[in-house]
């Protein structure tokens, strides 16, 4: 793994390329980041960050079609926040089961 900084023309700032290979029959992972990137924990944070990435897709997956989050957009903030609360462990649970089964 290695990180270089690079530019873009349309962009002021700065971009690192941290450059990972996840295994050995999977290609390169390319990722470009506005992190700034010191060190190579640095760069493993990014990748780490990643390969998290589906974990958190299915985790909002379950909430949204496992737990019907999506169906109580009518509620304040602070009951969808509470009603989060209970649901979070639920769809953490359905990831579970799935994962296992």
Not at 19 to 26: A, E, F, L, M, Y
Not at 46 to 57: G, K, L, S
Not at 71 to 100: C, D, K, Y
Request: aromatic share 12%; glycine share 4%; net charge negative.
């Amino acid at each position: 793994m290695f990180a270089i900084p690079v530019s873009h023309p349309d962009h002021d700032q700065q971009f690192w390329l941290v450059v990972s290979h996840p295994g050995k029959s999977q290609p390169l992972w390319y990722l470009r980041t506005s992190e700034p990137i010191g060190n190579e924990l640095d760069a493993c944070d990014i990748v780490f960050a990643y390969a998290r990435r589906w974990q958190i897709e299915d985790f909002h997956k379950a909430l949204k079609t496992g737990c019907w989050m999506e169906h109580h957009n009518g509620q304040s903030m602070h009951a969808q926040w509470e009603f989060l609360a209970v649901l979070a462990p639920i769809a953490l649970r359905l990831l579970i089961i799935r994962q296992t089964a």
